[in-house]
T-cell receptor, first 109, second 116 residues
Framework: RKEVEQDPGPFNVPEGATVAFNCTYS??????FFWYRQDCRKEPKLLMS???SGNEDGRFTAQLNRASQYISLLIRDSKLSDSATYLC??????????FGTGTRLTVIP | GAVVSQHPSWVICKSGTSVKIECRSL??????MFWYRQFPKQSLMLMAT?????????EQGVEKDKFLINHASLTLSTLTVTSAHPEDSSFYIC????????????FGEGSWLTVV
């Protein structure tokens, strides 16, 4: 079983739509959780860390469910500029970092 | 925010030659650096993890004699692809974590390697 599983998509949504991505992880001892955004041919950039209490940054909301071992990312009012691949990243211990395969989002005019 | 710089951004080399990629943390001390490879339309694949001053830990299936990693200082790690072959052509990215970054991992800009 993979450490981190993520639906690769693609998700094609119209502008203004709300879209949600989920990511599951297998190690219950995982400590830190992140969502990264990766544009084509570029490096991943931190979108937001994910905390147990959930966190929101503008149109983006991230949540962590430890009991079910998944994290989610919700994007409201999608913009064309949100088109990218969203990577779920789970860290277990200082040096153990696991990536999901990424979910490709395309926002359509 | 913390900055990680990677160089070169693009490199083309002949088959059989070696290529060195540098990864620098510009405004923090990177106690841990990670090296990844990403083939087109695939996710990042961790190659190795290096802690400053110690030997890198390689992931299964990654040849340590082919991909030489040096993390001699708290701000610099290098990846050398030795005797490169066309199948080594890929996007190589480093990331760093350390003092002052909390749990956040920052990525370099990536290096496109094409072996001809």
């Amino acid at each position: 079983r993979k450490e981190v599983e993520q639906d690769p998509g693609p998700f094609n949504v119209p502008e203004g739509a709300t879209v949600a991505f989920n990511c599951t992880y297998s190690n219950s001892a995982s400590q830190s959780f992140f969502w990264y955004r990766q544009d084509c041919r570029k490096e991943p950039k931190l979108l937001m860390s994910v905390y147990s209490s959930g966190n929101e940054d503008g149109r983006f909301t991230a949540q962590l469910n430890r009991a079910s071992q998944y994290i989610s990312l919700l994007i409201r009012d999608s913009k064309l500029s949100d088109s990218a691949t969203y990577l779920c990243v789970v860290q277990t211990g200082a040096n153990n970092l696991f990536f999901g395969t990424g979910t490709r989002l395309t926002v359509i005019p | 925010g913390a900055v990680v710089s990677q160089h070169p951004s693009w490199v083309i080399c002949k088959s059989g030659t070696s290529v060195k990629i540098e990864c620098r943390s510009l405004d923090f001390q990177a106690t841990t650096m990670f090296w990844y490879r990403q083939f087109p339309k695939q996710s990042l694949m961790l190659m190795a993890t290096s802690n400053e001053g110690s030997k890198a830990t390689y992931e299964q299936g990654v040849e340590k004699d082919k991909f030489l990693i040096n993390h001699a200082s708290l701000t610099l790690s290098t990846l050398t692809v030795t005797s490169a072959h066309p199948e080594d052509s890929s996007f190589y990215i480093c990331s760093a974590q350390g003092r002052g970054t909390g749990n956040t991992i920052y990525f370099g800009e990536g290096s496109w390697l094409t072996v001809v």
